[in-house]
């Protein structure tokens, strides 16, 4: 099995596909992100402390070239997480050959509705973790923050803005640090890209993305308001930028909340048991939480969801069903006579 991981969580999530694999008896072969290659060979060291025979586990390093060298290569199938560009390409490159077992995660353009809980402040730390921990750079991460209008959304907004104003940006040596640099210079350009885009169609920011003094890569947390724009892409931004939209019911937001091909992560910010009844059964998303950020996932529980978020495959527990073929039999002691179909006595 090959093994394509993200550099975003360079163990965790490949672990997700190569202890699953192992499991169903396969051996690995494992492609890091160029971005993110040394956690790689930790991940080796670990798997031959443990015992594993050489050959078992194996690493290789490189971009795209090095990418294709594997595709072309006699696999039997490929685990990948990474953006839906790449997975969307994969999945042509495979098309035809139902042999090779592709199991896609591809990240979201992730819905949060938040409506009128007690607890403004629980719903602003609720919103602001979702959109910008690890600096946005999580595929569950909230990319749209769905509020009613009114004077409620107008406190909630105010107090989510107050908080990214508030955030500590730092390096990971920092204690007291909440978000550190983009992955690279081009990641922050993309940010800062995405958000004037969304300027010129009509948002109105309300606490801009803007690059500080201490890095390149290195970003302000960015809120802006996307209400009055139109002809949004439909499109994973991979940073700490929250879109705000206002909607006038329940209805109308959990309508905006499924206005997307993907369907990673989503959740509702509520009090009502009603409205969370109502969210499960009509959002589309794979990772659904209520009164809990959108970036927490379990691996002990499947990760995935519909539409160009994945292709129905969800990792970690369950990886191990699809990365091994079932067999079927009927047996029999010894062989016996068959009786009324018309043989010779």
Not at 11 to 28: D, E, K, R
Not at 168 to 191: C, E, R, W, Y
Not at 208 to 223: E, F
Not at 296 to 324: K, L, Q, W
Request: aromatic share 8%; glycine share 12%.
């Amino acid at each position: 099995m090959a093994v394509f991981g993200p550099f975003n969580f360079p163990g965790h999530l490949p672990n997700g596909h190569t202890v699953p694999a192992l499991l169903a008896g396969n051996a690995c072969v494992f492609k890091p992100s160029e971005l993110a290659p040394c956690v790689a060979h930790i991940i080796a060291d670990a798997f031959q402390e443990a015992g594993s025979p050489d050959g078992l586990v194996n690493i290789v390093h490189g971009g795209r070239e090095t990418g294709a060298a594997v595709l072309d290569s006699e696999i039997y199938g490929l685990l990948f997480t990474g953006s839906a560009q790449t997975g969307l390409f994969f999945h042509r490159h495979f098309a035809g050959r139902p042999e090779v077992i592709l199991a896609l995660e591809m990240g979201g353009n992730n819905p949060l509705i938040i409506w009128e809980p007690a607890d403004i402040d629980a719903a602003a730390d609720i919103a602001a973790q979702s959109a910008l921990l690890t600096t946005g750079q999580r595929c569950s991460c909230a990319r749209r923050v769905i509020v009613p209008q009114g004077r409620w959304g107008d406190r909630v907004i105010a107090a989510i803005v107050d908080r990214a104003k508030a955030l500590k940006i730092g390096a990971h040596t920092a204690h007291d640090a909440f978000m550190g640099p983009l992955v690279s210079v081009h990641a922050a350009q993309n940010a800062l890209d995405f958000q004037m885009m969304l300027a010129k169609k009509g948002g109105t920011s309300l606490r801009r993305l803007k690059r500080m003094d201490r890095g390149a890569a290195v970003v302000t947390a960015g809120v802006i308001d996307v209400t009055e724009a139109s002809d949004i892409p439909d499109k994973e931004l991979f940073g700490p930028l929250m879109q705000i939209i206002r909607v006038d019911g329940f209805d109308q937001a959990v309508q905006r909340a499924n206005d997307t091909v993907y369907g990673l992560s989503g959740g509702l910010v509520s009090d009502d048991d009603a409205l969370w009844s109502r969210a499960r059964a009509e959002m589309r998303a794979g990772i659904l939480n209520r009164n809990r950020p959108t970036a927490g996932a379990s691996g002990a529980m499947p990760f995935g969801g519909p539409g160009h978020s994945g292709n129905f495959r969800p990792g970690a527990y369950y990886e191990a069903d699809y990365c091994a073929w079932p067999q079927a039999s009927q047996v029999a002691e010894q062989a016996t006579r068959l009786s009324g179909i018309g043989f010779p006595k």
